[in-house]
């Protein structure tokens, strides 16, 4: 079974300027995939980015990057140049190449970005 | 298009009542999902359909059921409702297991049993 753990309950960052979420998981796997979603006050769950765990090129979205680390099995988001519209919950979730399709999700990460 | 749509958005149940969450898609996808959202904890799979006419067991099944009887409607039961059911419920979609294939959320549903 895998597990994914985010032990950041909380951040906070102000406007402008760079955070980093962290995110670890657990898996027999060699090959999956590995996303970042973001959850805002309308309760909308919005992809924000991924990345194939052969790939060893850190995935990038804009403003948005990921440190990922497979020997460490670890997976941070970067935010940079951080806006108020960033404010969200983000969660971090795993899947399996190969058996089957579920998403398996950490308990996510509530981000506030201030003024 | 609308995506991944939800029907009702709010619902309160007492003990005992019965319900279905409607999910619906018009991007032609084959994977279906529903997911719980409880406080503190991320999205927890309940049951997904690979296709029209199936349905599987994800990691929280026991309590509701489904049904894929259209590939583009996902059914969510619960037949005697209970207050540890109290959450919000989110349906998905995707075309296939691709990295690509990325799922795509409705807006949830909020149910509370009292």
């Known amino acids: 079974a895998q597990t994914v753990t985010q032990s950041q309950p909380e951040m906070s960052v102000q406007e402008a300027e760079t955070v980093t979420l962290s995110c670890t998981y657990d898996?027999?796997?060699?090959?999956?995939?590995l996303f970042w979603y973001k959850q805002p006050p309308s309760r909308q769950m919005i992809l924000v980015i991924r990345q194939e765990a052969y790939k060893q090129q850190n995935a990038t979205e804009n403003r948005f990057s990921v440190n990922f680390q497979k020997a460490a099995k670890s997976f941070s988001l970067k935010i940079s140049d951080s806006q108020l519209g960033d404010t969200a919950m983000y969660f971090c979730a795993f899947r399996p190449q190969t058996s089957g399709s579920r998403l398996t999700f950490g308990e996510g990460t509530q981000l506030t970005v201030n003024p | 298009n609308a995506g991944v749509t939800q029907t009702p958005k709010f619902r309160v149940l007492k003990t005992g009542q019965s319900m279905t969450l409607l999910c619906a898609q018009d991007m032609n996808h084959e994977y279906m999902y529903w997911y719980r959202q409880d406080p503190g904890m991320g999205l927890r799979l309940i049951h997904y359909s690979v296709g029209e006419g199936t349905t599987a067991k994800g990691e929280v099944p026991d309590g509701y059921n489904v049904s894929r009887l259209k590939k583009q409607n996902f059914l969510l039961g619960l037949e005697s409702a209970a207050p540890s059911q109290t959450s919000v419920y989110f349906c998905?979609?995707?075309?296939?297991?691709?990295?690509?294939?990325?799922?795509?959320f409705g807006p949830g549903t909020r149910l509370t049993v009292l």
């Open positions: 898996t027999s796997e060699n090959n999956y995939y």
């Open positions: 998905a979609s995707s075309q296939g297991l691709a990295v690509y294939n990325e799922q795509f």
